[in-house]
C-alpha cells in the first residue's frame, strides 16, 4: 500500500469529493484526519471509513472561517 503509515488530513472529508479522496486514501493504507462542517455527515463517513481499516479522526470545523482555524 502506498499510504501505509501515513496520515492525512481532508478537508470537506464527509462527501462529495473530499469523502472520495478519504476513501481513496483509506483503501490505501492511509489514516485519516476529517475536517468539515456537520458533525453528523462526518460520523457517517468516520464509521465508513473505519470499516476499511484505517484510523478517522474527525474535527467540526470551517476552513473558510479564520477563528475556526
Known sequence: MILDKKIAVITGGSRGIGYAIAEIFAKEGCDLF????????????QSKLTALGVRAEILVTDVSNEADI
Do not use: G, K, P, Y
Open 34 to 45: 476529517l475536517i468539515a462542517r456537520n458533525f453528523e455527515e462526518l460520523q457517517v463517513a
